[in-house]
């Protein structure tokens, strides 16, 4: 019963938010015209919306719902809720990626399949140091995701600086990283969007072999789970969803870190719920934080990186205060 | 009816060999106390019939099955393994984690049928946590979250059940009740127990066979009168500790330093 209200509420909350994403924005546009808009009409409102904000706003559900499954695989295989693509160095990783494409001149369809090879790259690295001591623990993974995202994001300066291609669009390229979903085509978000998907299936079916990791991978091994096998699954799911969000958007921080646990606690822990969830209420978290980034400083506009920095940075930090005692 | 036997185990981490040449075995209806001393390899020979760490030499089958030769999901359904460390800091339900019992179950999809359904509701009658199905894992006391753990090994069916230490975090009348419930169990639905147990007492009221273990060697394995004696105690675990009998069965009961100890300790 509770299950069924929360999906309800979050199948309204996701369409009020679109629509609110769509019929705002720096040039006041009448819903009416905004409805005729969306049906063809071949006018200046018809483009704003058409090519500018239902891109845009399709674009911010991606990011948002891909971010927060991504956050909730790898929150349950680490079995703490300290874990998202940010801090694990997944999202550097892939915004090294995708910066590179750009450099060597890609088509940018292909930018989200670099994005991924980034994310992969980065997060297997992670796993591997984590490992070094012996056993996983989100300490060792949050420590060597530190470290490669400085590492990364030193690559990613140095090769924006050094790229002639680059340098042109540098404050584009920069806004793009601090999070923004601001320039996006329908073809890049056509490609993202199928990226999207197939994470998301292989989010839904990995699901319940995440729960048994619930008391530790020996654990998870004595119930029937191939640890080689399931890790590797789940990390180039994670890795999937990351790129693509990273592509569209850059670095968004702390949506993955806060959707998955603030659901875990309407929804229970089981993580095929907790997954399906997620996806919509990160879409509604990253498509309002990106209305609030357009519009709070209307008509200069925020990259929407400050947005789920300055709300999931406080979050993450109590987080940390309040589970300390059991982090290692 | 399950048995699982190991036949000269040799592993280790690394560099360091912790189990040299072991035999082991336990069979249906049996309750097989695994006792030594810190350090002795009681661990790590658990991990080993669990195919939880590959031996670098010797076999364990169950039922004659080499197990290694088997895959994860296979071998879990012939043996459980009852976890050590059963804390997790996300609000699974009772009946949720009892569910994780049937992992190796799981079709292709992850979905569980109604078969899987009812294997947890029995598990949960038959550990007398019924009452528990609803509530939070991480709400529940310590003796409650170990028959939690109970319930999803025995979720799995398997004739095989492997306990770490069962009673290590229970006060004395959970430890009771906790090893009297494997020990009927074991019994009643014929299923092979090996447990490692600190408590040598515990070991000799309830197990049907004890293995005792000294620096990864097997040094004597039989009924619990042949194998907690005063000479085999004192050889292995020290002195300091009393072996008497009472009932019929041996107790050990540790005993203070003697003043002439102490002085010499003291120089």
């Known amino acids: 019963m509770r299950t069924l209200t929360v999906f309800a509420l979050l199948a309204v909350a996701l369409v009020v938010s679109a629509a609110a994403g769509i019929l705002v924005g720096a040039v006041a546009i009448a819903p009416g015209d905004v409805l005729s808009a969306l049906l063809g009409a071949d006018n200046t409102n018809g483009t704003i919306i058409r ?56 088509e940018p369809a292909l930018v989200p399949l670099a994005a991924f090879a980034g994310a992969m790259a980065a997060i297997a690295l992670v796993w591997r140091l984590a490992r070094l001591g012996g056993k996983t623990t989100v300490l060792t993974v949050l420590l060597a995701g530190v470290v490669l995202t400085s590492f990364a994001g030193a690559l990613v300066t140095l090769v924006l600086v050094s790229s002639d291609r680059l340098a042109l669009r540098l404050r584009a390229v920069l806004g793009w990283l601090q999070g923004g979903v601001s320039v996006i085509s329908w073809n890049e978000l056509v490609v993202a969007a199928i990226v999207v998907a197939v994470g998301v299936i292989g989010a839904v079916l990995l699901a319940p072999r995440i729960d048994a990791y619930a008391f530790g ?58 997954i399906v969830a997620s996806i919509p209420a990160g879409a509604i ?26 709300v999931g940075a406080p979050f993450f930090l109590a987080l940390l205060v309040r589970s300390r005692r059991v982090i290692v | 009816m399950s048995s699982v036997v190991a036949r000269g185990i040799r592993a280790g981490y690394q560099e360091r060999e912790v189990l040299r040449d072991v035999d082991l075995a336990a069979h249906a209806g049996e309750l097989v106390a695994l006792i030594g001393p810190n350090g002795a390899g009681k661990s790590t020979l658990l991990r080993v019939l669990g195919g939880l760490l590959r031996p670098s030499s010797g076999d364990v089958t169950i039922d004659g099955i080499d197990i290694a030769a088997l895959d994860r999901r296979r071998i879990a359904r012939h043996i459980a393994v009852v ?77 095989v059940l492997l306990l770490d230490e069962p009673t290590a ?60 004696t005063p000479q085999l105690i004192k050889e292995v675990f020290g002195a300091g500790l009393r072996v008497v009998a009472h009932d019929g069965r041996p107790f050990v009961i540790p005993e203070p330093a003697s003043i002439g100890e102490r002085r010499a300790r003291a120089g």
Do not use: C, Y
């Open chain 1, 285 to 310: 978290a990253l498509v309002l934080a990106d209305l609030g980034a357009r519009t709070a400083l209307a008509p200069a506009e925020l990259p929407v990186g400050v947005i789920t920095g300055l």
């Open chain 2, 83 to 159: 976890p050590q460390v059963f804390e997790t800091l996300f609000p699974f339900t009772v009946r949720e984690i009892v569910a994780l019992g049937r992992t190796s179950r799981l079709g292709p999809l992850g979905t569980l049928g109604a078969e899987d359904a009812r294997a947890v509701e029995r598990a949960l009658d038959d550990i007398g946590a019924a009452d528990l199905a609803d509530r939070r894992i991480d709400r529940i006391s310590g003796g409650e979250r170990q028959r939690a753990v109970l319930a999803m090994a025995l979720a799995q069916e398997a004739g």
């Open chain 2, 169 to 228: 975090h229970l006060d004395p009348a959970h430890q009771r009740a906790t090893l009297d419930r494997v020990a009927t169990l074991a019994r009643v639905r014929g299923l092979a127990v090996v447990a490692v147990l600190h408590d040598l007492n515990l070991a000799a009221a309830f197990a049907s066979r004890v293995v005792l273990l000294a620096d990864g060697a097997v040094i004597r394995d039989g009924d619990v009168g042949d194998v907690i």
């Open chain 1, 51 to 106: 090519e500018l904000r239902l891109p845009r706003v399709l674009g911010a559900a991606l990011v948002g719902g891909a971010l927060a499954a991504a956050g909730a695989l790898l929150q349950g295989m680490l079995r703490n809720p300290l874990a998202d693509p940010f801090v694990t160095g997944t999202s550097a990783g892939a915004s090294l990626g995708a910066v590179l494409a750009v450099a060597l001149g890609f």
């Open chain 1, 217 to 274: 991978e020996e654990t998870a091994a004595a119930l029937g789970i191939d640890l080689d096998r399931t890790t590797a699954a789940v990390l180039a799911t994670t890795a999937l969803l990351t790129g693509a969000a990273v592509a569209i958007a850059g670095l968004v921080g702390f949506v993955g870190l806060v959707i998955p646990h603030a659901l875990r606690f309407l929804l229970g822990a089981t993580h095929r719920r907790l």
